[in-house]
């Protein structure tokens, strides 16, 4: 199956973009999902996840109270709400899919990028003035 983003491009700081992770092939009611973050030559870097049950999420500290993620079972949809974009969010932004298991799990395993079997190929996003 495929994830696919889309959403990604050129801001000024202080903007917001949307993005969103489509996903055909499977359906994510069950399953727990992510948004990781990535510049060449760096380590993935943990973003946002959302568990399968859509009420739990969990964020990086340099993005929480501007980013929100949510999870739309229906359109089979994962999505990523960016606001008050700096030039530190540059990056590529990845989703991932897969199924932690528990609550305890989730917590515990979230923002592990080896958690994840799936992954898209990412959306460039760049904040710049």
């Known amino acids: 199956f495929l994830l696919v983003e889309s959403g990604g491009g050129l801001v000024q700081p202080g903007d917001s973009l949307d993005l969103s992770c489509a996903v055909s092939?499977?359906?994510?009611?069950?399953?727990?999902m992510t948004w990781f973050r990535q510049a060449p030559g760096k380590e993935r870097e943990f973003v946002a996840a959302?568990?399968?049950?859509?009420?739990?999420?969990k964020y990086v500290d340099s993005v929480n109270g501007r980013f929100i993620i949510t999870k739309d079972n229906a359109k089979n949809t994962l999505h990523l709400r960016m606001n008050t974009l700096k030039p530190e969010d540059t990056d590529i932004y990845f989703c991932?899919?897969?199924?932690?298991?528990?609550?305890?799990?989730?917590?515990?395993?979230?923002?592990?990028?080896?958690?994840?079997?799936?992954w898209g190929q990412g959306t460039q996003v760049t904040v710049s003035s």
């Open positions: 991932a899919t897969d199924r932690l298991g528990n609550t305890e799990r989730w917590s515990r395993f979230a923002n592990d990028p080896g958690s994840y079997m799936y």
């Open positions: 092939g499977r359906t994510i009611s069950r399953d727990d």
């Open positions: 959302i568990d399968r049950s859509g009420t739990r999420t």
